[in-house]
């Protein structure tokens, strides 16, 4: 069979006529064109297995059967009850991941026009989704935390030409920042946008600091221009100051290494170089805008005033009374703390012990657990059972989360280890997607009561073993949350011991009531059947080991042959023994290697040609 598919099914260069050198004055060259590669499967079952001195000939199509079939058929997907091929996008490192979601939708919007009746598609899971609410959640932020300075100066400054100076100061060292994150290779992402939040703060501080020194000089006489000279000789060298300290803070820390290294260096290149190019724009831009903006303070005159301007005036000087009494209280209270040193400092001391106490209380974690969208089923049955078996538990498993409150699609797939993320017959994964994925909330449901239902839900299956997972809290770091831990054998005691002692540590720790869900997947269980192959026997009879074992691997697992063209692209020819004559160890026995094919006639086994 290998022989003659080899020989039958192959790229052929047939030449052609009148290719120099040659004889004659003919006007063409002309290429000669053969069958070599075949295209269908027809083709492929006329391929001729064997032929006699009498004319008869021995066909694929008589001792076996040919079909297109699956590459892979170690699992099978499906979406919510039906049957589905799953499309599994991965964006390259350093790619806009909202580009790619909007070309991918585009694209099956497009295919979708040429798909047949009764065929649609539809995004399970969709990250991009999870990534940009987050996203417009800290613009969203940072917007608001500049309406708070907007409200903060002018309440406090009561004047909108000083409000002006910070409010500028904030776009010009965004934009700053922007530019020092786009040479240093940094996207906008959670990281960088939770940082311009507070850069926003930052930003501001040297701002409000040059406008209150302004305004308090203005107040002593002084125009706007003398003001903002005099400012920079009283400030400049504390706005420096301030920025060097906050630097020394988090420069250090862009330099950690490992993953940890990659999050602080994003946060802290971003505060810093927001730090830095406030402070420039505090000791430029700002006194400038003052000396051109401020005008010199007088005495409001309401007699020319409109209702609106005298009602602000009115709310601005019981403001500034209530202020006045406010710093007075204080004045008074820190000068009779500074009286009692000895106490304050006792209160200090305690103080910090208190936060010690509680922050080495507190639990520790690399990064929390949050509200992906999604939530992860593994199913694992003994090992070596079927993937008809498992099949049937994750289609169970679907009904059973399907008919969860907050549920809304679910994604499994049977065959897939979701741990490993390996093909194995007895595993299970389902995938099952929460309101959040799909930008909208149901009141009381998150992930993490999704979660508890599940896990109540699904003990109820007993052909398995099934456990719900929340995913790893960064995407590539882990196959899940929570933690991961390694148990050696460093006495060299073997699986089995290996075994028992993981098995005993998980029952530990679920018996504490501080760990939930603490499971392992090891095992060394796994039955096989040992082929005792009798060598000499088999070189008495004109077999060799790779006769033997080339038989083996057509008739129990399968061997390629070669490749074949299909729809314009090429495919591999497998050929592998048909599934009635593989299921039990006396099939073993009945295989038949090629020398006594070649005597007794065609293998009496059915085979399978697969492309």
């Known amino acids: 069979m290998l022989s003659a598919l080899r020989a039958q099914n192959l790229q052929v260069s047939a030449g052609i006529l009148n290719q120099p050198p040659t004889p004659g004055d003919e006007a063409y060259q002309i290429n000669v064109e053969t069958l070599g590669r075949l295209t269908t499967p027809d083709q492929f079952a006329d391929i001729i297995v064997k032929s006699d001195s009498r004319g008869r000939v021995t066909r694929v199509r008589d001792i076996g059967r040919v079909e297109v079939g699956a590459a892979d058929y170690g699992s099978t997907t499906y979406m919510d009850h039906s049957n589905a091929s799953t499309l599994l996008v991965y964006a390259e490192p350093g790619a806009n991941s909202l580009a790619v979601e909007h070309e991918v939708l585009a694209t099956v919007q497009e295919l979708k026009k040429d798909f047949p009746a009764g065929v649609d598609s539809i995004i399970i899971y969709d990250p991009t989704l999870f990534i940009a609410k987050s996203v417009n959640e800290v613009i969203l932020t940072i917007f608001v935390a500049i309406l708070l300075v907007v409200g903060v100066v002018f309440v406090f400054r009561q004047s909108w030409r000083a409000t002006i100076v910070p409010v500028i100061a904030i776009p010009v060292s965004l934009v700053g920042t922007f530019t020092v994150l786009l040479a240093f290779g940094i996207s906008?992402?959670?990281?960088?946008?939770?940082?311009?939040?507070?850069?926003v703060g930052i930003v501001v501080d040297d701002a409000i600091v040059v406008v209150e020194n302004v305004e308090r000089n203005m107040?002593?006489?002084?125009?706007?221009?003398?003001?903002?000279?005099?400012?920079m000789d009283e400030v400049g060298g504390a706005l420096i100051s301030i920025a060097l300290t906050l630097c020394a803070v988090f420069v250090p820390s862009a330099f950690l290494s490992g993953i940890s290294g990659l999050f602080f260096r994003q946060f802290a290149v971003t505060i810093s170089a927001s730090t830095v190019i406030s402070c420039f724009v505090s000791l430029t831009l700002s006194p400038a805008l003052c000396a051109a903006l401020c005008k010199p303070h007088y005495v409001h005159d309401d007699s020319h005033s409109n209702p609106a301007q005298r009602l602000l005036h009115v709310a601005f000087d019981r403001f500034n009374r209530g202020f006045d009494r406010l710093s007075s209280g204080y004045g008074s209270l820190t000068r009779r703390l500074v009286r009692g040193v000895a106490i304050v400092l006792v209160v200090y001391v305690g103080l910090i012990g208190i936060a010690g106490v509680e922050f080495a209380n507190t639990p520790t974690g690399f990064i929390p657990e949050q509200d992906q969208g999604y939530l992860i089923s593994v199913v694992q049955l003994p090992p070596s059972a079927t993937l008809d078996r498992t099949e049937k538990v994750v289609r169970r498993g679907i009904d059973i989360i399907l008919g969860t409150k907050g549920i809304e699609h679910v994604a499994p797939f049977a065959g897939l280890d979701a741990t490993t993320f390996?093909?194995?017959s007895n595993a299970g994964t389902i995938f099952s997607g929460l309101p959040s994925l799909y930008n909208h909330e149901l009141p009381g449901v998150n992930a993490n009561t999704v979660l508890a239902d599940l896990r109540k839900r699904l003990s109820v299956i007993k052909d398995a073993f099934v456990l719900t997972i929340p995913p790893p809290p960064v995407q590539g770091l882990g196959s899940a949350g929570g933690f991961k831990m390694m148990l050696e054998d460093r006495a060299g005691l073997g699986s089995e011991t290996l075994v028992k002692a993981a098995h005993a540590l998980v029952a530990a720790a679920n018996k504490d009531p501080d760990f939930a869900g603490v499971f392992t997947l090891f095992d060394t269980g796994s039955p096989s059947v040992y082929a005792d192959i009798d060598r000499l026997k088999a070189e008495k009879v004109g077999l060799t080991p790779t006769d033997v074992f080339s038989t083996l691997q057509v008739y129990l697992g399968s061997q390629y042959v070669n490749d074949f063209n299909y729809l314009g692209r090429s495919y591999e020819v497998v050929v592998q023994g048909d599934g009635a004559f593989r299921r039990t160890t006396q099939d073993i026995s009945r295989l038949q290697g090629p020398?006594?094919?070649?005597?007794?006639?065609?293998?009496?086994n059915g085979g399978t040609a697969q492309g």
């Open 422 to 424: 390996t093909v194995a």
């Open 188 to 199: 906008l992402n959670n990281l960088s946008l939770f940082g311009l939040v507070l850069a």
């Open 595 to 604: 020398q006594h094919g070649r005597r007794d006639g065609a293998d009496r």
């Open 219 to 231: 107040r002593a006489g002084m125009s706007p221009l003398e003001a903002a000279h005099r400012t």
